[in-house]
Protein backbone atom coordinates (compact mmCIF):
# COMPACT_ATOMS: atom_id res chain seq x y z
CA UNK A 1 0.00 0.00 0.00
CA UNK A 2 2.57 2.48 1.11
CA UNK A 3 4.77 1.58 -2.11
CA UNK A 4 1.42 2.11 -4.31
CA UNK A 5 1.00 5.52 -2.19
CA UNK A 6 4.49 6.69 -3.04
CA UNK A 7 4.42 5.70 -6.33
CA UNK A 8 0.89 7.69 -7.10
CA UNK A 9 3.17 10.61 -5.58
CA UNK A 10 5.76 10.57 -7.17
CA UNK A 11 3.44 10.18 -10.74
CA UNK A 12 1.69 13.49 -9.32
CA UNK A 13 5.04 15.26 -9.90
CA UNK A 14 7.44 14.16 -7.14
CA UNK A 15 9.50 12.46 -8.77
CA UNK A 16 13.26 13.54 -9.93
CA UNK A 17 12.68 14.17 -13.40
CA UNK A 18 10.32 16.86 -12.51
CA UNK A 19 11.85 18.27 -9.58
CA UNK A 20 13.32 21.74 -10.07
CA UNK A 21 17.32 22.14 -9.46
CA UNK A 22 16.34 24.98 -7.22
CA UNK A 23 13.63 26.44 -4.93
CA UNK A 24 13.48 29.68 -3.90
CA UNK A 25 12.24 30.16 -0.21
CA UNK A 26 10.66 33.83 0.28
CA UNK A 27 10.11 34.46 4.21
CA UNK A 28 11.11 37.04 6.92
CA UNK A 29 14.68 36.11 7.06
CA UNK A 30 14.29 37.34 2.99
CA UNK A 31 15.14 35.06 0.32
CA UNK A 32 17.42 31.84 0.23
CA UNK A 33 17.78 29.52 -3.16
CA UNK A 34 18.19 25.80 -1.86
CA UNK A 35 19.41 23.28 -4.14
CA UNK A 36 17.53 20.19 -4.86
CA UNK A 37 19.53 16.86 -5.41
CA UNK A 38 18.86 13.14 -5.19
CA UNK A 39 18.88 11.12 -2.61
CA UNK A 40 20.16 7.18 -3.00
CA UNK A 41 17.00 6.54 -4.12
CA UNK A 42 16.58 9.15 -6.81
CA UNK A 43 14.25 10.80 -5.26
CA UNK A 44 14.40 14.92 -5.16
CA UNK A 45 15.36 15.94 -1.56
CA UNK A 46 16.47 19.47 0.27
CA UNK A 47 19.13 19.93 2.96
CA UNK A 48 17.07 20.66 6.24
CA UNK A 49 19.59 23.15 7.55
CA UNK A 50 19.76 24.96 4.93
CA UNK A 51 15.47 24.85 4.27
CA UNK A 52 14.78 25.30 7.96
CA UNK A 53 17.16 28.44 8.66
CA UNK A 54 15.24 29.85 5.61
CA UNK A 55 12.14 29.21 7.10
CA UNK A 56 13.23 29.84 10.92
CA UNK A 57 12.53 26.16 12.08
CA UNK A 58 14.35 23.67 13.47
CA UNK A 59 15.04 19.54 13.32
CA UNK A 60 16.57 16.97 15.58
CA UNK A 61 17.08 13.07 14.68
CA UNK A 62 16.61 10.68 17.56
CA UNK A 63 16.23 6.87 17.58
CA UNK A 64 15.43 6.61 13.34
CA UNK A 65 13.00 9.59 13.83
CA UNK A 66 13.53 13.34 12.87
CA UNK A 67 11.53 15.54 13.92
CA UNK A 68 10.94 19.02 12.34
CA UNK A 69 9.38 22.13 13.75
CA UNK A 70 8.01 24.66 10.99
CA UNK A 71 5.90 27.85 12.38
CA UNK A 72 5.61 25.83 15.57
CA UNK A 73 4.08 22.69 14.14
CA UNK A 74 5.34 19.46 14.22
CA UNK A 75 6.19 17.23 11.55
CA UNK A 76 7.93 13.58 12.20
CA UNK A 77 9.75 11.62 9.93
CA UNK A 78 10.60 8.05 10.31
CA UNK A 79 13.70 8.34 8.49
CA UNK A 80 14.59 5.68 5.21
CA UNK A 81 10.85 5.63 4.95
CA UNK A 82 8.38 7.19 3.18
CA UNK A 83 6.22 8.07 6.13
CA UNK A 84 5.97 11.01 8.35
CA UNK A 85 3.64 11.57 11.37
CA UNK A 86 1.34 15.11 11.74
CA UNK A 87 -1.00 15.63 14.24
CA UNK A 88 -1.23 12.05 15.47
CA UNK A 89 -2.37 11.03 11.64
CA UNK A 90 0.51 8.62 9.65
CA UNK A 91 0.96 10.08 5.60
CA UNK A 92 2.93 8.91 3.06
CA UNK A 93 5.39 10.23 0.99
CA UNK A 94 6.90 10.00 -2.56
CA UNK A 95 10.72 9.84 -1.09
CA UNK A 96 12.21 9.54 2.18
CA UNK A 97 13.75 12.01 4.79
CA UNK A 98 17.46 10.71 4.76
CA UNK A 99 20.75 11.20 6.63
CA UNK A 100 24.13 11.98 4.72
CA UNK A 101 27.46 12.65 6.21
CA UNK A 102 25.76 13.92 9.43
CA UNK A 103 23.34 16.17 7.47
CA UNK A 104 19.49 15.41 7.54
CA UNK A 105 17.62 15.49 3.95
CA UNK A 106 13.78 16.41 3.45
CA UNK A 107 11.71 15.08 0.64
CA UNK A 108 11.19 17.70 -2.02
CA UNK A 109 7.02 17.32 -1.42
CA UNK A 110 7.91 18.52 2.34
CA UNK A 111 7.81 22.41 0.35
CA UNK A 112 6.33 21.91 -2.53
CA UNK A 113 2.84 20.04 -1.03
CA UNK A 114 2.98 19.05 2.70
CA UNK A 115 3.78 22.96 3.84
CA UNK A 116 1.45 24.59 1.64
CA UNK A 117 -1.50 21.59 2.98
CA UNK A 118 -1.02 21.86 6.29
CA UNK A 119 -0.07 25.07 6.60
CA UNK A 120 -1.73 26.55 3.89
CA UNK A 121 -2.60 30.13 5.90
CA UNK A 122 1.13 30.32 6.12
CA UNK A 123 2.69 28.73 2.79
CA UNK A 124 1.83 28.83 -0.75
CA UNK A 125 4.27 26.87 -2.97
CA UNK A 126 4.58 28.35 -6.40
CA UNK A 127 4.89 25.84 -9.21
CA UNK A 128 6.20 27.58 -12.05
CA UNK A 129 8.69 29.84 -9.81
CA UNK A 130 9.58 27.46 -7.86
CA UNK A 131 9.27 29.21 -4.49
CA UNK A 132 7.60 28.53 -0.93
CA UNK A 133 6.16 31.73 -0.05
CA UNK A 134 5.57 33.10 3.31
CA UNK A 135 1.80 34.66 2.79
CA UNK A 136 2.43 36.62 5.91
CA UNK A 137 5.25 38.24 4.75
CA UNK A 138 3.63 38.95 1.27
CA UNK A 139 0.83 40.57 2.69
CA UNK A 140 2.27 42.85 5.06
CA UNK A 141 1.39 46.13 3.89
CA UNK A 142 5.05 48.65 3.64
CA UNK A 143 5.91 50.90 6.13
CA UNK A 144 6.48 54.52 4.89
CA UNK A 145 9.72 55.45 5.42
CA UNK A 146 12.20 57.76 4.69
CA UNK A 147 14.74 58.04 2.11
CA UNK A 148 17.80 55.21 3.27
CA UNK A 149 21.10 57.16 2.58
CA UNK A 150 23.35 55.45 0.09
CA UNK A 151 25.77 54.52 2.49
CA UNK A 152 23.10 52.97 4.55
CA UNK A 153 21.20 50.97 1.57
CA UNK A 154 21.05 47.21 1.32
CA UNK A 155 20.60 44.49 -1.28
CA UNK A 156 17.98 42.23 -0.62
CA UNK A 157 20.33 39.72 0.92
CA UNK A 158 21.42 41.99 3.40
CA UNK A 159 24.58 43.07 1.32
CA UNK A 160 25.37 46.49 1.43
CA UNK A 161 26.36 47.32 -2.81
CA UNK A 162 29.76 47.46 -3.93
CA UNK A 163 31.51 44.13 -3.33
CA UNK A 164 33.67 42.74 -5.40
CA UNK A 165 34.97 39.03 -5.30
CA UNK A 166 37.19 37.51 -7.75
CA UNK A 167 37.08 34.00 -9.18
CA UNK A 168 39.97 31.93 -10.63
CA UNK A 169 39.22 28.45 -12.29
CA UNK A 170 42.67 26.89 -11.95
CA UNK A 171 44.56 25.91 -15.49
CA UNK A 172 43.75 26.82 -18.64
CA UNK A 173 44.97 26.42 -22.24
CA UNK A 174 48.19 24.51 -22.85
CA UNK A 175 48.02 23.77 -18.55
CA UNK A 176 44.98 20.83 -18.54
CA UNK A 177 45.37 20.66 -15.23
CA UNK A 178 45.13 16.32 -13.91
CA UNK A 179 43.86 14.55 -16.64
CA UNK A 180 40.61 13.51 -14.96
CA UNK A 181 40.59 9.88 -14.69
CA UNK A 182 37.17 9.58 -13.92
CA UNK A 183 35.95 12.15 -16.24
CA UNK A 184 33.94 11.67 -19.46
CA UNK A 185 36.82 11.52 -22.41
CA UNK A 186 38.05 14.91 -23.32
CA UNK A 187 37.04 16.52 -20.19
CA UNK A 188 40.05 17.96 -18.15
CA UNK A 189 40.53 19.94 -14.60
CA UNK A 190 40.58 23.29 -16.72
CA UNK A 191 37.11 22.37 -18.07
CA UNK A 192 34.98 21.56 -14.96
CA UNK A 193 36.72 24.60 -12.78
CA UNK A 194 35.78 26.94 -15.75
CA UNK A 195 32.53 25.56 -15.63
CA UNK A 196 31.79 26.16 -11.82
CA UNK A 197 33.63 29.46 -11.65
CA UNK A 198 31.08 30.66 -14.89
CA UNK A 199 28.59 29.60 -12.78
CA UNK A 200 29.44 30.99 -9.83
CA UNK A 201 29.98 34.39 -11.58
CA UNK A 202 26.47 34.43 -12.43
CA UNK A 203 25.13 33.42 -9.19
CA UNK A 204 27.25 36.29 -7.43
CA UNK A 205 26.15 38.90 -9.81
CA UNK A 206 22.16 37.90 -9.55
CA UNK A 207 22.58 38.30 -5.64
CA UNK A 208 24.56 42.28 -6.30
CA UNK A 209 28.31 41.00 -5.84
CA UNK A 210 30.79 42.54 -8.81
CA UNK A 211 32.81 39.56 -10.02
CA UNK A 212 36.28 39.80 -11.91
CA UNK A 213 37.27 36.58 -13.10
CA UNK A 214 41.00 35.95 -13.58
CA UNK A 215 39.76 33.69 -16.99
CA UNK A 216 36.65 33.59 -18.36
CA UNK A 217 37.75 30.85 -21.72
CA UNK A 218 40.44 28.27 -22.39
CA UNK A 219 43.28 30.41 -21.35
CA UNK A 220 46.42 30.12 -19.38
CA UNK A 221 46.90 32.98 -17.01
CA UNK A 222 50.17 32.96 -14.72
CA UNK A 223 50.09 31.44 -11.56
CA UNK A 224 51.72 34.74 -10.57
CA UNK A 225 49.37 36.92 -12.44
CA UNK A 226 46.14 35.91 -10.91
CA UNK A 227 45.99 37.26 -7.62
CA UNK A 228 46.58 40.32 -9.34
CA UNK A 229 43.20 40.04 -10.25
CA UNK A 230 42.03 40.69 -6.31
CA UNK A 231 43.25 44.68 -6.16
CA UNK A 232 42.41 46.62 -2.85
CA UNK A 233 38.69 46.98 -4.34
CA UNK A 234 38.38 43.49 -4.31
CA UNK A 235 36.97 41.79 -0.94
CA UNK A 236 37.82 37.95 -1.52
CA UNK A 237 39.72 35.57 -4.26
CA UNK A 238 38.43 32.60 -4.44
CA UNK A 239 40.53 29.94 -6.63
CA UNK A 240 38.51 26.66 -8.15
CA UNK A 241 40.19 23.30 -8.65
CA UNK A 242 39.87 19.72 -8.43
CA UNK A 243 42.38 17.41 -6.52
CA UNK A 244 43.85 14.18 -7.70
CA UNK A 245 46.26 11.14 -6.60
CA UNK A 246 48.94 9.22 -8.51
CA UNK A 247 48.34 5.41 -8.58
CA UNK A 248 48.88 3.67 -5.25
CA UNK A 249 46.49 1.06 -3.38
CA UNK A 250 42.98 2.25 -2.51
CA UNK A 251 43.69 5.78 -4.66
CA UNK A 252 40.79 5.52 -6.38
CA UNK A 253 38.65 5.33 -2.58
CA UNK A 254 39.71 8.77 -1.39
CA UNK A 255 37.18 11.31 -2.69
CA UNK A 256 36.08 14.62 -0.92
CA UNK A 257 36.40 18.46 -0.48
CA UNK A 258 38.50 20.74 1.11
CA UNK A 259 39.58 24.83 1.39
CA UNK A 260 42.93 26.01 1.76
CA UNK A 261 44.06 29.57 3.04
CA UNK A 262 48.15 30.55 2.87
CA UNK A 263 50.33 29.02 5.41
CA UNK A 264 52.79 26.77 5.85
CA UNK A 265 51.69 23.43 5.28
CA UNK A 266 50.71 21.28 8.69
CA UNK A 267 50.39 17.83 6.86
CA UNK A 268 52.24 15.92 4.27
CA UNK A 269 49.06 15.68 2.03
CA UNK A 270 48.53 19.38 2.67
CA UNK A 271 52.43 19.56 1.14
CA UNK A 272 51.01 17.12 -1.87
CA UNK A 273 48.21 19.11 -3.12
CA UNK A 274 50.05 22.26 -3.14
CA UNK A 275 53.19 20.92 -4.97
CA UNK A 276 50.83 20.09 -7.14
CA UNK A 277 48.96 22.87 -8.01
CA UNK A 278 52.53 24.83 -7.98
CA UNK A 279 53.73 22.55 -10.65
CA UNK A 280 51.62 24.43 -12.90
CA UNK A 281 54.29 26.97 -13.18
CA UNK A 282 56.52 24.98 -15.62
CA UNK A 283 53.34 25.75 -18.36
CA UNK A 284 54.75 28.92 -18.21
CA UNK A 285 58.03 28.65 -19.72
CA UNK A 286 60.23 27.78 -16.03
CA UNK A 287 59.96 25.41 -13.33
CA UNK A 288 58.81 26.02 -9.47
CA UNK A 289 61.75 26.89 -8.19
CA UNK A 290 63.61 29.16 -11.63
CA UNK A 291 60.50 30.88 -11.96
CA UNK A 292 61.17 34.57 -10.73
CA UNK A 293 59.46 35.05 -7.36
CA UNK A 294 57.61 31.71 -7.11
CA UNK A 295 59.99 29.55 -5.41
CA UNK A 296 59.45 28.08 -1.37
CA UNK A 297 61.76 30.82 -0.44
CA UNK A 298 59.06 33.50 -1.94
CA UNK A 299 56.41 31.68 -0.43
CA UNK A 300 57.42 31.87 2.77
CA UNK A 301 58.63 35.54 3.00
CA UNK A 302 55.24 36.33 1.56
CA UNK A 303 53.64 34.98 4.27
CA UNK A 304 54.98 37.52 7.03
CA UNK A 305 53.22 40.43 4.84
CA UNK A 306 49.84 38.77 4.26
CA UNK A 307 47.43 40.59 6.97
CA UNK A 308 44.22 38.46 5.90
CA UNK A 309 44.80 34.78 7.22
CA UNK A 310 42.28 35.19 9.80
CA UNK A 311 39.80 36.12 7.42
CA UNK A 312 41.11 34.02 4.59
CA UNK A 313 40.36 30.63 7.11
CA UNK A 314 36.58 31.68 8.00
CA UNK A 315 35.99 31.72 4.29
CA UNK A 316 37.53 28.55 3.51
CA UNK A 317 35.73 27.52 6.94
CA UNK A 318 31.92 28.98 5.60
CA UNK A 319 33.11 27.25 2.24
CA UNK A 320 33.52 23.78 3.82
CA UNK A 321 30.02 24.13 5.83
CA UNK A 322 28.16 25.43 2.61
CA UNK A 323 29.23 22.90 0.18
CA UNK A 324 28.52 19.79 2.96
CA UNK A 325 25.08 20.48 2.07
CA UNK A 326 25.23 19.08 -1.48
CA UNK A 327 28.50 17.63 -2.24
CA UNK A 328 28.35 13.81 -2.35
CA UNK A 329 31.86 13.15 -0.76
CA UNK A 330 33.50 13.71 2.50
CA UNK A 331 34.42 17.17 4.17
CA UNK A 332 37.45 16.94 4.54
CA UNK A 333 38.16 20.28 6.57
CA UNK A 334 39.84 23.63 6.26
CA UNK A 335 43.95 23.67 5.33
CA UNK A 336 46.87 25.38 4.80
CA UNK A 337 49.29 25.13 2.33
CA UNK A 338 51.69 27.38 0.43
CA UNK A 339 50.24 28.08 -2.93
CA UNK A 340 51.52 30.31 -5.24
CA UNK A 341 48.78 31.34 -7.10
CA UNK A 342 47.74 32.95 -3.09
CA UNK A 343 50.62 34.79 -2.59
CA UNK A 344 49.83 37.84 -4.68
CA UNK A 345 46.48 38.51 -3.92
CA UNK A 346 46.94 40.55 -1.00
CA UNK A 347 43.66 40.17 0.18
CA UNK A 348 41.62 37.43 2.09
CA UNK A 349 42.27 34.64 -0.59
CA UNK A 350 41.22 30.82 -0.53
CA UNK A 351 41.55 27.56 -2.90
CA UNK A 352 38.83 25.39 -3.14
CA UNK A 353 39.32 21.64 -4.07
CA UNK A 354 36.08 20.83 -5.15
CA UNK A 355 36.78 17.06 -5.20
CA UNK A 356 38.90 14.01 -6.88
CA UNK A 357 38.57 13.23 -9.96
CA UNK A 358 40.48 9.96 -9.43
CA UNK A 359 37.57 9.08 -7.52
CA UNK A 360 34.70 7.38 -9.79
CA UNK A 361 31.74 8.92 -7.65
CA UNK A 362 33.16 12.57 -7.41
CA UNK A 363 34.22 12.26 -11.33
CA UNK A 364 30.70 12.30 -11.89
CA UNK A 365 29.91 14.50 -9.49
CA UNK A 366 32.27 17.21 -10.86
CA UNK A 367 31.29 16.34 -14.73
CA UNK A 368 27.33 16.85 -13.82
CA UNK A 369 25.90 20.17 -14.72
CA UNK A 370 23.28 19.72 -11.80
CA UNK A 371 26.15 18.65 -10.05
CA UNK A 372 28.17 21.72 -10.84
CA UNK A 373 25.56 24.09 -10.39
CA UNK A 374 24.48 23.05 -7.06
CA UNK A 375 28.27 23.60 -6.24
CA UNK A 376 28.26 27.56 -7.23
CA UNK A 377 24.79 27.93 -5.52
CA UNK A 378 26.96 26.91 -2.14
CA UNK A 379 29.66 28.20 -3.07
CA UNK A 380 27.70 31.90 -3.82
CA UNK A 381 25.97 31.71 -0.20
CA UNK A 382 29.37 30.86 2.00
CA UNK A 383 30.73 34.27 -0.24
CA UNK A 384 27.61 35.96 0.75
CA UNK A 385 27.54 34.97 4.03
CA UNK A 386 31.15 36.00 4.45
CA UNK A 387 30.84 39.49 3.03
CA UNK A 388 27.58 40.04 5.90
CA UNK A 389 30.01 39.19 8.65
CA UNK A 390 32.94 41.26 7.00
CA UNK A 391 30.38 44.18 6.98
CA UNK A 392 29.58 43.69 10.50
CA UNK A 393 33.57 43.46 11.54
CA UNK A 394 34.07 46.56 9.65
CA UNK A 395 31.24 48.41 10.94
CA UNK A 396 31.87 47.64 14.66
CA UNK A 397 35.26 48.68 14.48
CA UNK A 398 34.58 52.11 12.47
CA UNK A 399 31.68 52.64 15.34
CA UNK A 400 34.23 51.85 18.10
CA UNK A 401 36.68 54.18 16.15
CA UNK A 402 34.62 57.23 15.95
CA UNK A 403 33.52 57.24 19.76
Not at 125 to 153: E, H, K, N
Not at 204 to 224: E, F, N, Q, W, Y
Not at 385 to 393: A, F, P, Q, T, W
Request: proline fraction near 5%; hydrophobic fraction near 40%.
Amino acid sequence: MIGTLALLFALAGFGSDSAPMIVTVSSARGEARLPVRTDASGAPVIAAPALLSALDGSARVADGWAEVSVARQAFRFLVGTPLYLFGNQLQALAGSASVSHDTLYLPFQFVAQVLPSFLGERYRYDWRRARLIDVTVASRAPAVRAPIPIADQRLPNGLRPGHIVTIDPGHGGVDPGNPGTFFPRGTREKDVTLQVGLLLRDELKRRGVGVTMTRSSDTLIALGDRGRFCTEACDLFVSLHVNSLARRPGYTDIRGFETYFLAEARTEDAARVAQMENEAVRFEGGTPDAASGVGLDFILKDLQLNEHLRESARAADLVQRNLKAVHVGDNRGVKQAGFMVLTTARRPAILVELGYSTNPEDGRFLTTYASQKAMAFSLADAVVEYLLEYERKTHSADSGASR
